[in-house]
């Protein structure tokens, strides 16, 4: 195998890391952020959360399993670049058709191998997500950090126009159709379309700048706000949006970046992690059932519970969420799921109105199946049979719990 080329990784606060080029040669700029998951390269690399962002791999072996032409969660990849400790030097699986590297090169992402991840996402853990570089055509890494500076930040970026779908399109009911989702695409993963579709949902994928009326002209029976990148206080137009759909009374159901949208829409604010949830291993708490869930996330923004300072909120160990419904303009509001590492809000649920939310990522892809049933309570909340201590089914999540 031929030496590879010389790269390095320099950190907004100076910190560098050398290492040698993987993927495309040239030279990126993003939020480096570290992802946790064992497995699903392929499906974190095809996310369009992860639009500009450098994606730190703590797994040690990466590319163990090549790519192929079924797991990709979007029509490209797009993450801003990728880091990853030990590549593999063959691809071995049955539905491999090519190779890691390959792919990366052939669609210009640049990357790093031979770093040392463990050291990185320490650094990044304790010092929060930042912004870095990574280069393979400039060996200094002072000149690296200046270009590091100058690029821009996660926090105000207003993404979702980037990672939309140009037209719409429709994903058709598998069997009997049973009801009609238009979703709002800010950044959507295509296993979302693929769950619902399980359920007899055809769902109509609009554009991130749809109206009501675009939605209203799909003849939805309920809105989906799906996830997606950048800072949720900038998206002013999807909370507009969020806001109709629930002044209207129509069953609504966001994930991940769609749940800071209702969040917004509700009157609650949002504001930043440290260094976020990426990864397939996060324990959530349904307080509904107060069963403990193994989920998917990726978020780097959450949602504000009043009362409680962002710092707290972000990952104090003795925080706890508040059990009170908080009233706001359409109706009561309480906390539905809450992530048992650090106590951030990862679910709400509307008492007055249909409509619920999980800050996480029920359709996995890749990730444990663990919240697959929140496909079922929205069908649920949709056909209007909505069980003891569900969304919709009375204001106290503590009534009609069960343990399992």
């Not at 993003?30 to 703590?58: C, I, K, W």
Request: charged share 20%; aromatic share 6%.
């Amino acid at each position: 195998m031929a030496k590879r080329r010389a790269a390095i990784l320099v950190l907004e606060d100076g910190r560098t890391f050398h290492g040698e080029a993987y993927g495309s040669v040239g030279e990126t700029f993003g939020e480096a952020v570290f992802n946790t998951g064992m497995t699903g390269y392929q499906e974190t690399l095809t996310d369009p959360s992860y639009h500009r962002q450098v994606v730190v791999q703590t797994a040690p072996h990466i590319g163990n399993t090549g790519v192929n032409g079924e797991d990709d969660e979007s029509d490209r990849i797009w993450v801003a670049g990728y880091v990853v400790r030990d590549p593999a030097r063959i691809g071995s699986n049955w539905r491999s058709t090519g190779g890691l590297e390959d792919r990366l090169g052939v669609e210009g992402v640049v990357g790093i191998a031979g770093v040392d991840t463990r050291a990185l996402t320490r650094h990044l853990r304790e010092r929060g997500a930042m912004r870095v570089g990574i280069s393979s055509v400039e060996d200094d890494p002072r000149a690296l950090l200046e270009r590091v500076r100058q690029s821009p930040q996660m926090v105000g970026a207003d993404l979702s126009a980037e990672v939309t779908t140009a037209t719409p399109y429709v994903v058709e009911a598998e069997g009997v159709h049973r009801y009609t989702v238009a979703a709002v695409d800010l950044g959507i993963k295509r296993n979302v379309p693929r769950r619902l579709a399980a359920r007899g949902v055809t769902t109509h994928v609009l554009p991130a700048g749809s109206t009501i009326d675009d939605l209203l002209a799909t003849g939805a029976d309920a809105v989906f706000f799906s996830p997606g990148p950048g800072d949720p206080a900038t998206a002013d137009g999807p909370v507009m949006l969020a806001r109709e759909v629930l002044s209207r009374r129509i069953p609504l159901f966001g994930i991940c970046f769609g749940s800071q949208i209702l969040g917004r829409a509700l009157g609650f604010g949002t504001y930043k992690l440290g260094y976020g949830h990426r990864g397939i291993n996060q324990p959530v708490l349904d307080r509904a059932t107060g069963k403990v869930e193994v989920t998917s996330h990726n978020h780097g923004f959450a949602v504000a519970w009043p009362g409680r300072e962002p710092g707290e909120s972000g990952g104090s160990a003795g925080a706890v969420v508040p059990d009170e419904v908080i009233e706001t303009e359409f109706g009561g509001v309480q906390v539905s799921h809450v992530c048992l590492n650090d106590n951030v809000v990862e679910g709400l649920r509307a008492v007055d109105v249909p409509a619920f939310t999980v800050q996480y990522h029920p359709e996995a892809a890749a990730g444990p199946h663990d919240a697959d049933y929140l496909f079922d309570r929205f069908a649920e909340l949709i056909e209007g049979r909505v069980p003891d201590g569900q969304p919709g089914a009375g204001r106290n999540l503590s009534e009609g719990r069960t343990n399992a």
